[in-house]
């Protein structure tokens, strides 16, 4: 069964950073990899897509990779802000029709 | 305008009640999905739904039964509530299958069962 991780649980940071979270899954055998994040009491926003195909892929100042093989994903961000400050999840998808979640990483940018 | 929009925001319940929370897209998705968040925020896929039919079901007990009449819909009838049902559920959708598209997120639904 798929296993998604993500470390570290919590991370604070002061504004100016650049910072890299970590998402770990157990079987590569994935067709996509999804970055989202989640604020206090609302929902999830997605973030970054990424196929099996890719190696990363770029938002502003995000940049998510995916090495499958080693089942890790990295979302990097680069000159954090206190707006960045959120829950940061990752999702992967062996099939088509679900995603398995990671538990989060809760990040607070420091102004 | 919302693009995944669920109905209540809150819930507060008593054991043993009936409940149900709504789920509407108008994005024009095909596929819907429920999620549950438990108290350590881990999120576990419940149902989805593709084109109005039943496509993925988690060893969810039968007192959670999903109703799309429509693809722009996806509800979540609740029987017999239990205080381990108190969660955050969530509703997603995509564009076909999440191969290759995102999933869009609705803002959750607080469930609180004393």
């Known amino acids: 069964k798929q296993e998604v991780t993500q470390i570290p649980a919590a991370l604070s940071v002061p504004e100016g950073e650049n910072l890299v979270l970590n998402c770990s899954f157990t079987?590569?055998?994935?067709?996509?990899l999804q970055w989202f994040r989640q604020d206090p009491g609302k929902g999830l926003t997605s973030l970054l897509l990424?196929?099996?195909?890719?190696r990363e892929q770029t938002s502003g100042r995000l940049n998510a990779s995916l090495d499958k093989s080693s089942g890790r994903s990295t979302l990097y961000i680069a000159a954090s802000q206190p707006g960045d400050s959120a829950t940061y999840l990752c999702?992967?998808?062996?099939?088509?029709?679900?995603?398995?979640f990671g538990t989060g990483t809760s990040l607070t940018v420091i102004p | 305008d919302t693009a995944v929009s669920q109905t209540p925001k809150y819930l507060v319940t008593q054991m043993g009640n009936d409940k149900s929370i709504k789920c509407e897209q108008n994005?024009?998705?095909?596929?819907m999905y429920w999620y549950k968040q438990d108290s350590k925020k881990f999120l576990k896929i419940m149902f989805s739904?593709?084109?109005?039919?039943?496509?993925i079901n988690e060893t969810v007990p039968n007192r959670f039964s999903p109703k799309s009449p429509d693809k722009a819909h996806l509800n979540l009838h609740i029987n017999s509530l239990e205080l381990g049902d108190s969660a955050v559920y969530f509703c997603?959708?995509?564009?076909?299958?999440?191969?290759?598209?995102?999933?869009?997120f609705g803002p959750g639904t607080r469930l609180t069962v004393l």
């Open positions: 997603a959708s995509s564009q076909g299958l999440a191969l290759y598209n995102e999933q869009f």
């Open positions: 079987d590569s055998a994935i067709y996509n």
């Open positions: 990424i196929q099996s195909s890719q």
């Open positions: 999702a992967v998808s062996p099939r088509g029709n679900q995603f398995y």
């Open positions: 994005l024009g998705h095909d596929t």
């Open positions: 739904y593709n084109n109005k039919e039943l496509i």
